[in-house]
């Protein structure tokens, strides 16, 4: 992006002392949000939410310092936006995993200063002959994003075909916390679940979920809040959700993390995803014109006791 073309977006959705746009890692255009509640830093490049800290707090979503920005290129850690499939493509692995618009370049279509100094930024993307080639429907994508003290991230799929389609996702979120031994998740108790370490074999969660091994786990028809609670860092993240009956729960552990350009030797113990998903069989048919929004409301929240 030019840098007029960078000063004609800022004069058309800037926001005085609450939001610009900058050249962001990599040269990758990203909007700076601050206002008296939180700040946030999204790329146009995948919709991707790299950053959310409430005022006075630790940041709340993990970047890996191997992460590429490069156009083409998957971001590692924020929030990631998988669309319109989950994992791999349900029968063709050749096509990129968790979809296609995590690695496009999304526009700007609204911003906006809230009467109670919150800010939202809506960014959007559609069908175009490139995506036509991979996924043969038409369709309109929106990430509406509202940052305050607490982060509501909305991705509003909108069918604008003539023929219905099914469509699964996430917003893959990646949480920066003290350390796995210090964590649990609560929330999926008693909740079957795909483990997929485990040649996907179905079980059922014990108790709160620990993360002491690699860990990737479809948990299955659930609409349940999840909770963090960090003894480390004396706080619990609470992610709630709506439009998703599952949630994935992933950490590479130390021989994947290894593996990974992308994922720096030991930051398996400083992150875990705790994601809102439409995966496996909780997928989306819509018909023509219809549209379905996938809701994550993150917020933190002192905690004081023993994990």
């Not at 992150?271 to 993150?298: F, Y």
Request: glycine fraction near 8%; hydrophobic fraction near 35%; proline fraction near 5%.
């Amino acid at each position: 992006m030019t840098a007029n073309e960078l000063e004609k977006l800022n004069d058309e959705y800037g926001i005085r002392e609450q939001l610009v746009f900058t050249d962001g890692p990599g040269g990758l255009i990203t909007a700076e949000i601050s206002n008296p509640h939180g700040e946030a830093t999204i790329a146009l490049h995948g919709g991707h939410i790299l950053s959310f800290r409430p005022s006075g707090q630790e940041p709340v979503l993990w970047l890996s310092r191997n992460s590429h920005f490069t156009p083409g290129k998957a971001i590692r850690g924020g929030i990631p936006v998988c669309w319109p499939w989950f994992g791999d493509h349900p029968t063709d692995t050749d096509k990129p995993a968790h979809g296609f618009v995590r690695t496009a370049v999304w526009s700007v279509s609204e911003s906006e200063k809230l009467a109670d100094e919150r800010t939202r930024l809506k960014l959007s993307i559609a069908d175009s002959d490139e995506t036509l080639k991979l996924w043969p429907h038409r369709f309109r994508l929106e990430l509406d994003c509202t940052v305050s003290d607490v982060l509501t991230t909305k991705l509003i799929a909108t069918n604008t075909g003539s023929k219905p389609f099914t469509c699964g996702g996430a917003l893959h979120s990646y949480f920066n916390i003290s350390a796995v031994p210090n964590i649990l998740i609560k929330g999926l108790e008693g909740c079957a679940y795909k483990d997929k370490v485990d040649q996907y074999r179905r079980k059922v969660q014990d108790g709160p979920v620990s993360i002491k091994r690699e860990t990737d786990r479809i948990y299955l028809d659930t609409e349940a809040d999840c909770i963090i609670e960090d003894r480390g860092m004396q706080r619990k993240i609470g992610i709630s959700k709506n439009g998703s009956r599952t949630t994935v729960v992933w950490n590479p552990w130390i021989d994947k993390a290894q593996k990974m350009a992308d994922f720096g030797d030991d930051e398996y113990n400083g992150m875990v995803c705790v994601e809102t998903a439409n995966a496996d069989t909780d997928v989306i048919t819509l018909a023509p014109g219809g549209t379905h929004i996938l809701e994550s409301v993150i917020r933190v929240e002192p905690w004081a006791g023993n994990v």
